[in-house]
């Protein structure tokens, strides 16, 4: 997150160029139908990656074996949930555009806003590193504008539809060290995006919906990573988001980011939060990455895994609960699954 943390390391390289239930390994690789397990049969299927980071070659793997488990004829989408390129460049945006064109997908890919969309500023040209240089002639409003021409958008945050259930995707409207020195990719949501936001929660509350929330940073306490000093301060008014995610037991909330593998136990968690009058809290799910997966190295930070490894997620919505199935698209196999039932 600092320039001298592992997020720099990634772009520097270029240079060169408590959980719910019973998380269980599935027992087939493979595809396979929407699982049923008992409950109504889905009425949505959609997928869910992170952080290509410029990796396009197993972005391209992914979107090979989405197509075996979630074929684009039958998926209510695709949510790409942060950091799609390295750095953001408008040309980087192109490579990511083509290697989307040039392989099956399907036709509703949702795009949010990672902390990587923001590392222009640190190169000179986009073969030569200068963050003592920075923002090297680079303005925070062309950044957001390579965003808003690749997304066809004009605004980070948006509502988007997963075959009739409702994706609220969330972003930060300012790179914060443009507006204080001390702070590099802290996430900055604006009044009137809070305001939109529990307005749409509470209009889907009234309605029995579940909701999905995506925002590529993770909520401080929750999936893995998060209680690691690394991604204890990604927002800059978790508070105030927690207060707001925390009433709605029906929210789901996917975070990327961390890199984090879903092989670990709490890929999946609830998250209470006290004075919400909501006991039974909210779900937060960690989407893995396909840059790299990364786990704790035992004395307060992390430690990459073989850079080949990269997963996502397939998230089955039937009327009386939500299926969270994790997926290795390098093995092309579950790694595991959760039930989380709804209840109005």
Not at 11 to 29: C, E, H, I, M, R
Not at 96 to 118: M, Q, T, Y
Request: hydrophobic share 35%.
């Amino acid at each position: 997150m600092k320039p001298l943390s592992r997020r720099t390391a990634i772009a520097t390289s270029l240079a060169g160029l408590a959980a719910v239930g019973t998380a269980t390994a599935a027992q087939a690789a493979g595809g396979s139908a929407p699982t049923t397990s008992g409950w109504g049969r889905a009425r949505s299927v959609f997928s869910v990656i992170s952080d290509i980071q410029g990796d396009l070659h197993d972005f391209a793997m992914a979107l090979q074996d989405i197509e075996t488990t979630n074929p684009r004829t039958r998926s209510a989408g695709l949510v790409i949930n942060g950091d799609i390129t390295p750095r953001g460049y408008d040309f980087e945006y192109t490579d990511v555009r083509k290697v989307l064109d040039s392989n099956p997908h399907p036709r509703n890919a949702h795009w949010v806003i990672g902390n990587h969309e923001f590392y222009v500023p640190k190169w000179l040209n986009p073969t030569t590193l200068r963050q003592d240089t920075w923002p090297n002639g680079c303005t925070e409003e062309k950044l957001y504008n390579n965003f808003y021409d690749f997304t066809g958008r004009k605004k980070v945050y948006t509502e988007v539809d997963l075959g009739g259930v409702p994706a609220l995707l969330l972003g930060t409207e300012k790179y914060m060290h443009y507006h204080d020195s001390k702070l590099w990719d802290e996430v900055w949501l604006s009044d009137e995006q809070f305001a939109w936001l529990e307005s749409r929660l509470a209009s889907y509350a009234r309605r029995r919906k579940p909701v999905m929330v995506f925002c590529h940073h993770p909520l401080p306490n929750t999936v893995s990573g998060t209680r690691n000093a690394l991604y204890k301060s990604d927002y800059l008014q978790a508070d105030r988001l927690l207060r707001i995610l925390g009433q709605y037991k029906n929210v789901f909330f996917f975070s990327g980011h961390t890199h984090w593998d879903l092989n670990l136990s709490d890929w999946a968690v609830r998250r209470v939060v006290p004075g919400t009058g909501n006991p039974e809290g909210f779900m937060t799910v960690n989407t893995g990455a396909i840059q790299t997966l990364w786990e704790d190295d035992g004395h307060g930070g992390e430690r990459a895994l073989d850079p080949l490894e990269a997963s996502g997620l397939q998230v089955e919505v039937s009327h009386d609960g939500v299926l969270l199935r994790a997926r290795d698209y390098r093995r092309r196999q579950w790694i595991k699954e959760l039930h989380v039932p709804l209840s109005f």
